[in-house]
């Protein structure tokens, strides 16, 4: 029978939402694993590799992600597990009453209803996480932005919007929402030159939260 040391040195999984360079310099004192996916989690669990557990990333199209029933069943064993900017946020609002930590402004939304659609944090990646698609909370976020900026009216930002959220997920960008709008170049360069990323600055959120509680 095989025997496995718990380590305090949490298991972080990330993919397109932070790279892993970004990371290790807010937070080098973690083992950083690809995008998770079902089983993984279990797999921890069992084999107790770690009690804590960062969840940002898990694969969409590619497999399947990270259960509730695994993720619960990890809590249960005593370990501490918190979830931001992707399916780690939707998952931590579905497990919230059983011990999941939910971190930054992605989480809270989907908590308060605001957010209810798993296709709000959904992209398609390469294999080495250089984003494919852009998620949909992304392109609120830096829309909003243009509009706070007076690049774009309330009712053309609603309109690009509205364009962004009819485009199946893994064909959503940038072009193919423009391509479909009337938009003037103006807007077009300042996305290209002011492009954020909620999902980014929640995957951030939680490397700090993790780095002050080690």
């Known amino acids: 029978m095989e025997r496995y040391e718990v380590s305090m040195k949490p298991i972080i999984f ?51 992600p990270p259960t509730p029933i695994e993720i619960y069943t990890a809590l249960m064993k005593g370990i501490k597990i918190i979830g931001a900017a992707s399916i780690g946020a939707v998952r931590a609002v579905e497990l919230e009453k059983f011990g999941m930590i939910g971190i930054g402004s992605i989480y809270r939304l989907y908590k308060m209803g605001k957010l209810d659609d798993d296709d709000e944090i959904a992209v398609t990646f390469t294999s080495d996480y250089k984003l494919q698609s852009e998620a949909m909370i992304d392109i609120r976020y830096t829309l909003y932005h243009a509009y706070k900026n007076k690049i774009l009216t309330y009712d ?19 072009e193919e929402i423009f391509n479909k709008a009337n938009i003037d170049e103006r807007v077009i360069e300042y996305v290209k030159k002011n492009r954020r990323s909620l999902k980014e600055k929640d995957s951030i959120a939680l490397l700090n939260y993790l780095k002050h509680y080690i």
């Open 156 to 174: 053309k930002m609603k309109y690009l919007l509205k364009i962004a959220k009819n485009i199946y997920f893994p064909y959503r960008t940038y």
């Open 14 to 64: 990330i993919g397109p939402s932070i790279s892993r360079e970004k990371a290790e310099s807010i937070f080098p004192h973690a083992e950083y694993r690809a995008p998770a996916k079902k089983g993984d989690i279990l797999r921890i669990a069992t084999r107790m590799e770690s009690n804590i557990i960062g969840l940002i990333d898990g694969v969409f199209l590619q497999d399947y």
